[in-house]
């Protein structure tokens, strides 16, 4: 009885192994290239911040862009080279394609790596990017931004410096909105100031209005005005004193179909004062500003009741007291540092002073829909003073001796979004511009709206003054002054922010890529912490031995006649100043050692026991492989054995 066996193909196990890395990797190739190709567009932003998404007010500015944008983008090689900018050099390349992916064929996104001498470093330059020198050897990096559109209109970023960050996709949106809408913003200014044409200043404009000039076309409008033109980008108000039922009108309609208000309302203006009030009268003082009814419906609460006081901002004047001119704080004139800015709105981001001279303070009223976010602000020793204690002729020490802080901040400037009510709910008022017709005007009743028709955006400061150039300038303004606050930044902040659509205006600042270690820092200021107390005391010991030292050695004749106790008790204290050094050294080598130790430690935690635990995840799905592997060898072997016994 003859035995049918059939052949049995068995392949090795180096023949597996080299089979398995080569279907290993065209599987790693095939995934990559269908990933790229379908999912492209699909993202996965795990970031706290969102860094990586796109808001939804850039998603509306790039889908009705009016004509196409060239976007030109110069990074040197360079760029990579250096830690601090790498991962932001790759945030802005892969935000940029982003952008050039939602807009279609409306953006073209060109990339360029200058060197030195090139034609593409030219190009850069004739944009006006800026060239940062890196090296002494003369080697100059390019990381900046040129916008194109078709009728030759050019906007850049020169630089993309990591302190902006946070507002990248701002600063992107704005270029792209601004390249979209070609044309100097159009703003209608009512104010009651001399702010285009001063009188102390032979009629030449402030120089805050001088500044925004140079980047808007700023209309001057007056008079009886019966409608704002649709035209207008954003209306400017600083302190308007007297406006008829008509000119409110028409601010609160051209603010109820969308149009944008900067307002500088103000309860005391100093600049202007009202001339000297004749003899035997009674001091008359400045005029507060018209615009209460309008702010008042809108739910915007402008207190005209007083001024705001700040223990801490208070500049210092010279005052008399007593019959001696003496240098105090005045608390209504403040100096707003960066605690007092808001760092996250794109308005107040980058400035470091603002002068403010008597300002009032501004917020929501009860029951209104607005939002009101906060530009600058007082600190919690502060106080709204009392009109009267200021005016006509204010006294800083008794306004300081009778100072109570209320523990409050309060808001000095902000911006307001949301919807409003008009200040007209019942239509336009009668016309004043017409003998014989005293009816409302009827294409204002054709157009009436009685609430906004979309969310309102306004910026209200609470202060007039702040545009002089006395306020900000040294010199008074003109040529020769020199700024001393960042008082004209703000207003073409302002104005620059207002003339954008009200997508724009809605991005806010987003995190940073690169994040700083907080808990490591809060470890490093514990530690730190722990020694500086220690330390101080140690210098002031060694300062009082010092001190006693130099006492004992000088005489009233200025000359050294000691006694054995004397130079024995100076004996001792310098001892005690070596002894003290010497445990100064030691506080001072434990901070540093304490901190060196964290750092070790950290350094151990990322770059050895990461590695180690991976490597534990590997040896453990090595074991693992290769006890499933055994398993399978002796079931196999297992089969084997019996169909060998069968075939016997």
């Not at 009109?387 to 409050?408: K, V």
């Amino acid at each position: 009885m003859s035995n049918d066996t059939k052949p049995t193909f068995r392949l090795d196990r180096s023949t597996i192994a080299v089979t398995s890395i080569v279907l290993a990797i065209v599987l790693f190739l095939s995934i990559n290239i269908i990933s790229n190709t379908v999912f492209r567009s699909a993202q996965l932003d795990l970031t706290e911040d969102a860094l990586f998404t796109v808001s939804d007010g850039t998603r509306e500015i790039l889908g009705s862009l009016d004509e196409p944008v060239t976007l030109k983008f110069y990074r040197s090689e360079l760029v990579q080279q250096i830690p601090a900018l790498a991962a932001y050099a790759t945030r802005v390349e892969e935000l940029l394609e982003r952008y050039a992916g939602l807009a279609g064929d409306k953006i073209k996104l060109e990339k360029f790596a200058p060197e030195q001498f090139s034609v593409e470093e030219d190009q850069a330059v004739g944009f006006g990017i800026q060239g940062v020198p890196v090296s002494g050897a003369g080697e100059v990096m390019y990381f900046g931004l040129a916008g194109t559109n078709s009728t030759d209109d050019e906007d850049i970023i020169p630089f993309f410096t990591p302190s902006r960050e946070a507002f990248l996709e701002y600063d992107l949106s704005k270029l792209v909105f601004n390249l979209s809408k070609p044309g100097k913003t159009v703003v209608a200014m009512i104010s009651s100031l001399p702010i285009a044409a001063d009188q102390a200043r032979r009629f030449a404009p402030w120089v805050a209005y001088e500044q925004a000039q140079q980047f808007f076309d700023i209309r001057i409008i007056g008079g009886n005005v019966k409608r704002i033109s649709d035209e207008t980008d954003l209306v400017l108000l600083v302190q308007p004193t007297s406006l008829s039922p008509t000119t409110l009108y028409a601010i609160d309609q051209f603010v109820m179909r969308g149009g944008k208000a900067l307002i500088f309302a103000d309860p005391h203006v100093e600049v202007n004062p009202p001339p000297p009030p004749q003899q035997g009268q009674p001091y008359t003082p400045p005029r507060g500003h018209a615009l209460g009814p309008l702010l008042d419906a809108w739910g915007i609460d402008a207190s005209p009741d007083g001024v705001v006081g700040d223990r801490i901002a208070a500049q210092r004047v010279a005052a008399l007291s007593g019959g001696r001119r003496v240098v105090t704080e005045y608390l209504p004139w403040i100096s707003l540092g960066p605690v007092s800015i808001n760092r996250d709105d794109v308005v107040t981001r980058d400035l470091e002073r603002i002068n403010l001279i008597a300002a009032g303070r501004v917020g929501v009223k009860d029951g209104a829909s607005l939002t009101m976010t906060p530009l600058l602000f007082s600190s919690e020793q502060s106080q709204v003073l009392d009109l009267e204690a200021i005016r006509p002729n204010p006294n800083p020490i008794q306004i300081l001796t009778d100072f109570e802080a209320s523990g409050e901040v309060l808001t000095l400037a902000a911006r307001f979004t949301g919807a409003a009510a008009s200040a007209f709910p019942d239509g336009p008022p009668p016309r004043d511009d017409s003998r014989t017709e005293t009816g409302p005007d009827p294409e204002l009743v054709a157009e009436h709206r009685a609430q906004s028709d979309g969310p309102i955006n306004a910026i209200v400061v609470a202060d007039a003054d702040l545009l002089a150039d006395q306020i900000w300038m040294q010199g008074g303004g003109g040529s020769q002054a020199v700024p001393v606050a960042q008082n004209g930044d703000l207003f073409v902040n302002m104005l620059d922010n207002l003339a954008g659509s009200a997508s724009l205006i809605g991005l806010r600042g987003r995190g940073l890529s690169a994040r700083p270690f907080t808990l490591v820092d809060d470890i490093r200021r514990d530690s730190e912490l722990q020694f500086r107390s220690k330390e101080r005391e140690l210098l002031q010991n060694i300062e009082d031995s010092q001190r006693r030292i130099s006492d004992l050695q000088q005489t009233d004749e200025g000359q050294f006649i000691l006694s054995a106790e004397q130079q024995k008790t100076i004996s001792d204290l310098r001892r005690d100043i070596v002894r003290k050094r010497a445990e100064l050294r030691e506080v001072q080598h434990a901070l540093q050692e304490d901190i060196d130790r964290l750092d070790a430690t950290l350094k151990v935690i990322n770059i050895g026991a990461i590695p180690l635990l991976i490597a534990l995840v590997a040896l453990l799905l090595f074991f693992a492989r290769r006890a499933r592997f055994g398993r399978r060898i002796r079931s196999t072997r297992g089969e084997m054995a019996v169909t060998g016994g069968r075939a016997s």
